[in-house]
Structures are given as C-alpha cells and as structure tokens.
Nanobody, 124 residues
C-alpha cells in the first residue's frame, strides 16, 4: 500500500505560477512511474504529466506542454508539478498517482495508487 499526499494547491491569477508536491509513503518509490492527473467539475479525470521511474523521461498532455514541468526526487520520495503561465482552464482538482513499473503513456485505469487531490483555482 502506498499513501500519496498532495500539497501546494490554491488560488492563483492567470499568468502566475504554482508548484504542487506529492509525498509518497513507500520504501520502493523508485519502482513507480509517477503521474499527475486533474479533474474539472462535471468532467472525467484527465492526464496531465508523467515521469519515469529514474527521472529520465517525461510525457505531457498537449494542453500543458511548455507550461508545466514534472519532476521527482527519489531520495525524498517526492514528485512535483511546476505550473507556469497558468490559465483559467487549468482550474481543477489535481491528483498525484503511482503506477508500478508502468508506462509513461498509461491511462488513469492503469495507475495503482492515488492521492486525495489538491484544488487549483486560476482566476482571470
């Protein structure tokens, strides 16, 4: 069992920045591909970004490419999402997820563990 806890959400103006963090309670953090997903009210959860187990590869949704950066620190069991140039359409609950030995392009159904989510609200 892996417990994931997100933090860093909040209210930010359009064009601003926000940095989300995710703490993982596991001694085997390195075996998990990590991802960020988001869910807007009334919509399905959508993929945002993923990072490989050893931080060698990343993958982004087109909607955030060039604005968001995913990273991880295996020594600290942490992953991050740096959000720059945010837009009102980035408003959503953001979820951290872990996928054991998973692919960067894995769907949400393939992820094994999820955090409780953190709200990000971008004002125009």
């Amino acid at each position: 069992q892996v417990l994931l806890v997100e933090s860093g959400g909040g209210l930010v103006q359009a064009g601003g920045s926000l940095n989300l963090s995710c703490a993982a309670s596991t001694r085997t953090f390195r075996i998990y591909t990590m991802g960020w997903f988001r869910q807007r009210p009334g919509t399905e959860r959508e993929f945002v970004a993923a990072i490989s187990r050893l931080d060698t590869s990343t993958y982004y949704a087109d909607s955030v490419k060039g604005r968001f950066t995913i990273s991880r620190d295996n020594a600290k069991n942490m992953q991050y999402l740096q959000m720059n140039s945010v837009k009102p359409e980035d408003t959503a609950v953001y979820y951290c997820a872990a996928n054991m030995y998973g692919s960067l392009r894995a769907t949400s159904k393939e992820y094994d563990y999820w955090g409780q989510g953190t709200q990000v609200t971008v004002s125009s």
